[in-house]
């Protein structure tokens, strides 16, 4: 009876905080303060209740129940530069600066873990494992902003509840399950190039309403100063539907649009080869005594799934107008190799210090970059503590994340260029960072 009311707080709880709910790009930058703080390198420790994400054999080693709830928030601050498009080898706009002006990403995270027995742990999850959600400034005027022709605000997230169970085989070694049970939601706005001068602005919203995928993972104690963590998460195949909108018509507009066979402005859509991918997280954590530990990962993450984003469109009229009834835009996107590296140092039993770094490869090659995903090469360095009071436990973080350097787009991006029509060439240069903080509350029962 315990559980089922956690599971159903858990669940109102993460769904209610939602609706702002995104990660980084693509990918998570963190999942509780304290992982978080060690730059995500918790593959071999993992001992609270977010093991269910990082590694579900990790349960083991709590030894009470347990209630957790935090958040992360991301302020971002990108940057696109010397934007310009070319057409029959003449400029037709920029270059021109802009900045994004994104919201603030809310990213919430909760949990709750309890022991059935000396061997068995139980914890449910809930959190963001992917997400994305970018917004550029002066969307209004193409010569201010041509690139919101391409897009001018994306988002891509999925949410999930992870029970979890593990379980421990002996003092060395422990093993971990979970299911991933997820809803996923995808969208854009852009303005058409194809109807320019006007601003019709389409906006497509996409949910997949549910999804799962499967954690496990394996942890081994090779002697009291080596453990080695081993993770698997699965793919979770999304199946997306929703609809395309034109938006901010004015009459004029609605006559000329009329002309192309469109007196309806909202068709049904689907997406599809968009699925959330394969991982396998290795840590080796380092314990010289019992103040000091050093934690070393590799994160491999299988992008290179992503090969295609195709976009159906349900309505004759609009496929028409729209020149077929798919808008298939490639990505072969590439696997990426994540390292992190984590330290935490115990100078009381009250105070607990960490600190960490990962650096993260972007999976989009050149020819495939575009205003949906800006994404870069990033480097990002964290700081944290925790305090312990006995039954209650704070722990902090605050993290900045750079790219390594300016993404530098020549005229090979198809996606950018295809935006303009035949025979149009786009450059740019792209930078950014980030900052994030986050807490987490813990109690023990």
């Known amino acids: ?49 977010y093991a269910a994400y990082y590694n579900p054999a990790g349960l083991t080693q709590i030894k009470n129940k347990q209630i957790s709830l935090g958040s992360l928030f991301i302020d971002p601050h990108l ?55 970018l917004r550029w ?13 391409n897009c001018y605000e994306s988002w891509y997230y999925r949410e999930v509840v992870t029970p ?34 006007l601003t019709v602005r389409e906006k497509v919203e996409l949910t997949d309403d549910f999804n799962y995928s499967f954690n496990f993972g394996i942890m081994y104690k090779v002697s009291d100063q080596f453990t080695i963590g081993v993770t698997y998460r699965s793919m979770a195949d999304a199946d997306f539907e929703g609809d395309l909108k034109l938006k901010n018509l004015s009459q004029t507009e609605k006559a000329i649009l009329a002309h192309k066979g469109i007196t309806r402005y909202k068709t049904d ?16 954590r380092y314990s010289p005594n019992p103040k000091l530990s050093i934690e070393a990962d590799l994160v491999w993450t299988q992008w ?23 808008i298939k835009m ?39 970059y575009d205003s949906i995903w800006p994404d870069a090469d990033k480097k990002t360095y964290s700081i944290g503590a925790g305090l312990n009071f006995g039954r209650w436990q704070i722990d902090g973080t605050l993290q900045y994340t750079i790219t390594e350097k300016d993404r530098v787009i020549g005229g090979e991006s198809v996606n ?5 029509g035949d025979d149009a060439k786009v450059s740019l240069k792209g930078s950014g960072k980030l900052w994030g903080y986050g807490i987490t509350i813990t109690y023990n029962f």
């Not at 093993?175 to 001068?197: C, H, K, Q, T």
């Not at 290179?304 to 798919?326: C, R």
């Not at 009250?350 to 770094?357: A, S």
Request: hydrophobic share 40%; aromatic share 14%.
């Open 304 to 326: 290179s799934m992503v090969d295609y984003q195709t976009l159906e469109i349900k309505d004759p009229l609009f496929q028409q107008a729209l020149g077929g009834k798919e």
């Open 269 to 284: 859509v689907s997406l599809d080869d968009v699925d959330f991918p394969n991982q396998i997280q290795i840590g080796l």
């Open 137 to 149: 400034d002066n969307t209004e005027n193409f010569y201010q902003n041509p690139a919101s022709y």
């Open 330 to 368: 490639k990505r072969d996107w590439k696997d990426t190799n994540q390292v992190k590296i984590g330290i935490e140092y115990k100078p009381t039993d009250i105070l607990t210090l960490r600190c960490g770094y990962f650096y993260d490869p972007s999976p989009i090659p050149d020819d495939t």
């Open 416 to 420: 950018l260029n295809n935006t303009y």
């Open 79 to 133: 940057n696109g530069k010397n934007y310009r498009v070319e057409k029959n080898g003449s400029v037709v706009a920029g270059p021109v600066d802009f900045e994004d002006e994104s919201p603030l990403f809310v990213v919430p995270h909760l949990g709750f873990a309890m022991p059935i027995n000396e061997k068995v742990t139980f914890a449910i999850a809930a959190y963001v494992p992917f997400g994305l959600h």
């Open 1 to 49: 009876m315990l559980i089922k009311k956690m599971m159903l707080f858990l669940g109102i709880i993460f769904f209610i905080s939602s609706n702002n709910l995104f990660g980084a790009n693509v990918d998570t930058f963190g999942i509780g303060a304290k992982a978080t703080a060690l730059g995500g390198a918790y593959a071999a420790y993992a001992n609270d209740v």
């Open 164 to 197: 979890t169970i593990g379980y421990k085989i002996n003092d060395k070694l422990s093993i971990g399950f979970g299911v991933s049970l997820g809803r996923a939601e995808s969208g854009s706005y852009l303005n058409s190039y194809d109807m320019w001068p």
